[in-house]
């Protein structure tokens, strides 16, 4: 048997908020209707979904606490990454510092989105000269 990821579901405390910041930022395309407990948004070839968590486990205040996690969603760019992160930066977005790891052929940065969850922005490198 072989398998394809076909989606992704966060549970989200706001989920209207969550598509805004990733339709806004990262530039995905909504597939369906958006609904405040369930919408679907195009990833390049997988879903990402957002459904509304349930009231078992919604905190007690507007704030959204971040929770421990080891998911994180790893997003392609050939947009100019320094260039990109500044435009999270400037817009409030926590992000971390671009890394290169030897022996990697990209460049990357981790973010989080309005709920805390962790995501990845990486940019191939074209040249073979860049890795290094």
Do not use: C
């Not at 394809?4 to 530039?27: M, N, P, T, W």
């Amino acid at each position: 048997m072989q398998v394809r990821l076909e989606k992704i579901i966060l549970f989200s405390a706001d989920v209207l908020r969550l598509v805004r910041f990733y339709q806004d930022y990262l530039g995905l395309r909504i597939l369906s209707e958006p609904d405040e407990n369930w919408t679907i948004l195009d990833a390049g070839g997988t879903a990402l979904a957002f459904h509304k968590i349930g009231t078992a486990y919604q905190q007690d205040s507007d704030q959204v606490q971040p929770t421990a996690s080891n998911v994180k969603i790893v997003f392609e760019t050939n947009q100019n990454l320094d260039a990109f992160r500044q435009l999270l930066i400037d817009n409030n977005v926590d992000v971390d510092v671009i890394r290169q790891f030897t022996g990697v052929n990209y460049r990357s940065f981790d973010g989080r989105d309005p709920e805390g969850n962790v995501f990845q922005v990486i940019q191939p490198f074209t040249d073979l000269k860049e890795l290094s």
